[in-house]
């Protein structure tokens, strides 16, 4: 086993928060919503170069990764450094990229979700090569893009093109305290009946794809009711999130209308089991609807098309997994108390980490779940120092495990 100093690990993390504080605002005053990530990248890059990183690279993607060590064991960090838009300004009591600090907060768009984490993942390195934390192991700490349009779409690239297959991986996104170890899937569906169009004055003449819609919304509420439901993950769940169609004019019969479902998938459901719920509906057949996935293929900000389907995976590890164990017992060691162990709400990177590639993926990061895509969003500096710390300490604690 490793022999660490936690008490001076903690010291060196409390040392840095002025640092991880500046980097955070800094990062939080460059907008960098999804796909437009270029400066926040760069921002990144000269952080880790500054700190000590061993070698920093910008994939073909634009993900920003920053190496430690050169050991045969690789072990990754992650965080999404896109952010999304802010919404109605309005609904700001300050700027929301000029940021605001007081003496335990920071503010500003990607504070919680989730620039914080990439703040305590850097400063974890500095506190690694500064204390010489390293063995045989590689750290790489990733800086990802697209996350908010197409959550795993980085990780798909990274694992397929890039060759970068870690042991396991710590997402930073915000953990409210706790270690996560799992969340529900995700998917986007599409369901479109199609009819025959005629002049509005007399619609006998036509087929109306709207109303061939009708029941079909009727039937997917009453699904949602009858979803599976996972003791620790929570219910399935799906809601109607938008509705289009086509028509000649407004005096006219629609002949086409589709909408968008958000489908939620707990454990023990798939892409095609969700599909094909909604396919067996009865107003679905009737219609003859179609019932597809949507795909997506918008550019990174380098110009990259990676297209993927619309599908998130659902992901847990248990919670005697040496990686969730390894967590836990760096929380304990570093910060002096028993952690509480939960999940996200909401989707991450995991669901290609762990999702599609099989790959352990923890959760451990500064920040509150219920401040992402907030107006006046916040992360407390004591949550960047204690991250930092036990960051830093996991490494090690794992390889001696």
């Given at each position: 086993m490793?022999?660490m100093?936690?008490?001076?690990i903690?010291?060196?993390?409390?040392?840095?928060?002025?640092d991880?504080t500046?980097?955070?605002r800094d990062?939080?005053?460059?907008?960098?919503e999804?796909?437009d990530?270029r400066?926040v990248?760069?921002?990144?890059e000269?952080?880790?170069?500054?700190t000590?990183?061993?070698?920093t690279?910008?994939?073909?993607?634009?993900?920003?990764?920053g190496?430690?060590?050169?050991?045969?064991?690789v072990?990754?960090m992650?965080a999404?450094?896109?952010?999304?838009?802010?919404?109605?300004r309005?609904?700001?009591?300050f700027?929301?990229?000029?940021g605001?600090?007081?003496?335990?907060?920071?503010?500003?768009?990607g504070?919680s979700?989730?620039?914080?984490?990439?703040?305590?993942m850097v400063y974890?390195?500095k506190?690694?090569?500064?204390?010489?934390?390293t063995?045989?192991?590689?750290?790489?700490?990733?800086?990802?893009?697209?996350?908010e349009?197409c959550?795993?779409?980085?990780?798909q690239y990274?694992?397929?093109?890039?060759?970068?297959?870690?042991?396991f991986?710590?997402?930073?996104e915000?953990?409210?305290?706790?270690?996560?170890?799992?969340q529900?899937?995700?998917?986007?569906?599409r369901v479109?009946t199609?009819?025959?169009?005629?002049?509005?004055s007399?619609p006998?003449?036509?087929?109306?794809a709207i109303?061939?819609?009708?029941?079909?919304?009727?039937?997917l509420?009453a699904?949602?009711?009858?979803?599976?439901?996972?003791?620790?993950?929570?219910?399935?769940?799906?809601?109607?999130?938008?509705?289009?169609?086509?028509?000649?004019?407004r005096c006219?019969?629609?002949?086409?209308?589709?909408?968008?479902?958000?489908?939620?998938?707990?454990?023990?459901?798939?892409?095609?089991?969700?599909l094909?719920?909604?396919r067996?509906?009865?107003?679905?057949?009737?219609?003859?609807a179609?019932?597809?996935m949507?795909?997506?293929?918008?550019?990174?900000?380098?110009?990259?098309?990676?297209?993927?389907?619309?599908?998130?995976?659902?992901?847990?590890?248990?919670?005697?997994?040496?990686?969730a164990?390894?967590?836990?017992d760096?929380?304990?060691?570093?910060l002096?108390?028993?952690?509480v162990?939960?999940?996200?709400t909401?989707?991450?990177?995991?669901v290609?980490?762990?999702g599609?590639?099989?790959?352990?993926?923890i959760?451990?990061g500064p920040g509150?779940?219920?401040?992402?895509?907030?107006?006046?969003?916040i992360?407390?500096?004591?949550?960047?120092?204690?991250?930092?710390?036990?960051?830093?300490?996991l490494?090690?604690?794992?390889?001696g495990?």
């Amino acid at each position: 086993m490793y022999s660490m100093d936690f008490k001076k690990i903690n010291e060196l993390a409390e040392k840095y928060e002025p640092d991880m504080t500046r980097f955070l605002r800094d990062m939080i005053a460059v907008p960098s919503e999804s796909c437009d990530e270029r400066a926040v990248v760069l921002r990144v890059e000269e952080e880790m170069k500054k700190t000590g990183f061993d070698r920093t690279e910008i994939d073909p993607m634009g993900n920003v990764i920053g190496y430690i060590g050169n050991g045969g064991r690789v072990i990754a960090m992650d965080a999404h450094i896109d952010t999304v838009g802010v919404g109605n300004r309005a609904n700001w009591k300050f700027d929301p990229y000029k940021g605001m600090e007081d003496g335990e907060t920071i503010g500003g768009r990607g504070a919680s979700d989730q620039e914080g984490g990439m703040a305590s993942m850097v400063y974890a390195g500095k506190i690694i090569k500064e204390l010489g934390l390293t063995g045989d192991y590689t750290l790489a700490v990733v800086g990802s893009v697209q996350e908010e349009d197409c959550d795993g779409l980085c990780w798909q690239y990274i694992i397929k093109e890039g060759g970068l297959k870690p042991e396991f991986v710590v997402s930073t996104e915000p953990t409210d305290g706790r270690i996560h170890r799992g969340q529900r899937g995700r998917m986007e569906i599409r369901v479109k009946t199609t009819g025959v169009s005629c002049h509005g004055s007399a619609p006998e003449r036509g087929d109306n794809a709207i109303y061939k819609m009708a029941p079909i919304l009727l039937e997917l509420r009453a699904l949602h009711e009858n979803l599976k439901s996972d003791p620790f993950l929570g219910k399935g769940s799906l809601t109607v999130s938008e509705i289009f169609h086509t028509s000649p004019s407004r005096c006219a019969v629609a002949d086409s209308c589709w909408i968008s479902v958000d489908r939620r998938l707990t454990r023990g459901e798939d892409g095609e089991y969700a599909l094909n719920q909604i396919r067996a509906l009865p107003s679905v057949k009737e219609a003859r609807a179609e019932v597809t996935m949507y795909t997506y293929e918008r550019p990174s900000y380098t110009g990259l098309v990676y297209p993927t389907e619309c599908y998130f995976p659902t992901w847990v590890i248990e919670e005697d997994h040496p990686v969730a164990l390894a967590m836990a017992d760096a929380f304990k060691k570093v910060l002096g108390r028993e952690p509480v162990v939960d999940k996200w709400t909401f989707s991450t990177n995991g669901v290609s980490i762990t999702g599609r590639f099989g790959i352990p993926c923890i959760g451990y990061g500064p920040g509150k779940e219920a401040q992402a895509h907030a107006p006046n969003e916040i992360t407390w500096k004591k949550d960047l120092v204690e991250c930092a710390a036990v960051y830093a300490a996991l490494p090690l604690i794992y390889l001696g495990k």
